[in-house]
């Protein structure tokens, strides 16, 4: 990819977009790294190198595992492993990379594959942010709020949300969603100039995406902050996969504090469902926790929770979280529902009775059932908006 192969007579107007992309690699405010199936590292842009503190030319001599931190690698190797193999269509996540002086830059890293006319892998493409700042603020946030909680364990899970919110201000910043996707799109305008004659159109079409992602951003950040205006719940039309960005947003120090990388696969299409934000959301955060609970004794490799948002059938949706934790023990499917059922030293038993009678008062079912290989999923359906409760 960084090989610029400078054909012999490029029109000029080529030439131009070619400079012109190529500075939107190099300038863009976030770290991209090209990586090849062996993960050797073909280019990178100067945020990356910035942020990992070597040149190009030594980052060019490196693989990408070299600079991912060594608590992070197996990790890593599993996602990339499944990239390359195009078992799965890309990830995003949280990890630690490795700087050049051997400390460690906390990064949010899509990571995206580039494929041939087959289909085969060719590159991998990582889109990063520096997120090490925010980590520590959050840190700093957990540890006073620790220590304010301390006499407060039995804390209601209603009650944990709004303080959640109050953390939104330090995140009102993040606006990570449509960052990526601004990138990816400057990503396809650079493919389409690759063309012997590149379709202007279609160019144009990518940078106006461009301009409605970062307007996107500033939406985030008033949906931020009118989440922390602790409004009394009311009824909308809601896309669910931006109620569970939300809901990561606020969950990825607890996640992170907790060794567990999160995976979303969050569907850009679903048809919206009517209900109530906080509770959906309330749904979720349960849902995420219960999780992380299940994979506290795991090795720090499994320790991979999977949150997807799907289209079930034209008239639902469903949610699943699944993780790689200890799993559901025999004819306790229905058992983990009831009303203070618990198998924790502090659990309440609360959570998934509260989720189910939300998800119920929705119009939809909670269910959960053992994964073939290990650990659980617990997925919701709702019905898309049209069939109100
Ligand atoms: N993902 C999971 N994997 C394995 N077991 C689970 C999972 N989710 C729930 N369980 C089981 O179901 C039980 C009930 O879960 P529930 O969320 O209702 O209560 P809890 O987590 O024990 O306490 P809390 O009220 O604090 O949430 C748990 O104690 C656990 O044994
Ligand atoms: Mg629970």
């Not at 041939?116 to 840190?139: K, V």
């Not at 939406?219 to 009118?226: A, S």
């Not at 209900?275 to 720090?300: F, H, T, Y």
Request: with cysteine.
């Amino acid at each position: 990819v960084i090989a610029k192969k400078t054909t012999a007579k490029a029109p000029d107007s080529v030439r131009a977009g070619e400079t012109a992309y190529r500075t939107l690699f190099d300038k863009a405010p976030i770290g991209i790294v090209v990586a090849d199936a062996a993960g050797r590292i073909h280019d990178v842009n100067e945020t990356a190198c910035r942020v990992l503190g070597y040149t190009k030319e030594e980052l060019a001599a490196l693989t990408v595992w070299d600079i991912t931190h060594p608590d992070d690698r197996s990790a890593f190797t599993i996602l990339w492993g499944e990239v390359v193999e195009r078992r799965r269509a890309g990830y995003s996540i949280e990890k630690r990379y490795l700087r050049k002086d051997g400390s460690a830059v906390w990064v949010t890293i899509t990571t995206t594959p580039m494929t041939g006319p087959d289909g085969g892998f060719l590159y991998g493409i990582g889109m990063f942010q520096d997120i090490s700042d925010r980590i520590r603020q959050e840190q700093r946030m957990r540890k006073a709020e620790g220590e304010i909680r301390k006499d407060h364990e039995e804390l209601s899970h209603v009650t944990r949300v709004a303080t959640m919110s109050e953390l939104a201000s330090s995140l009102a910043h993040e606006i990570n969603q449509p960052l990526t996707a601004i990138l990816s799109n400057a990503q396809a305008a650079l493919r389409f100039l690759k063309a012997a004659r590149p379709d202007l159109e279609e160019i144009r079409d990518t940078l106006k995406d461009i301009v409605s992602e970062d307007q996107r951003a500033a939406k985030v950040i008033k949906e931020l902050r009118d989440l922390m205006k602790k409004e009394e719940p009311h009824l909308e039309p809601l896309n669910m996969s931006r109620v569970i960005e939300q809901v990561l947003l606020f969950l990825r120090s607890d996640c992170i504090i907790r060794g567990v990388t999160v995976i979303s696969d969050l569907s850009a299409d679903l048809p919206p469902v009517y209900g109530s934000r906080v509770q959906l959301q309330q749904v979720i955060i349960n849902l995420i926790n219960n999780a992380c609970e299940a994979m506290k004794d795991a090795v720090p490799a499994e320790k991979m929770l999977t949150i997807r948002a799907l289209k079930k059938d034209p008239k639902n949706i469903v949610v699943e979280i699944a993780d790689c934790g200890q799993g559901l023990k025999k004819g306790m499917t229905e058992k983990i529902f009831e009303p203070f059922f618990t198998t924790k030293l502090k659990g309440l038993g609360m959570g998934l009775a509260i989720s189910r009678s939300i998800i119920a008062a929705h119009g939809g079912t909670l269910t959960a059932f053992n994964n073939p290989d290990k650990g659980a999923t617990v997925s919701f359906t709702l019905p898309a908006e049209g069939a109100k409760p």
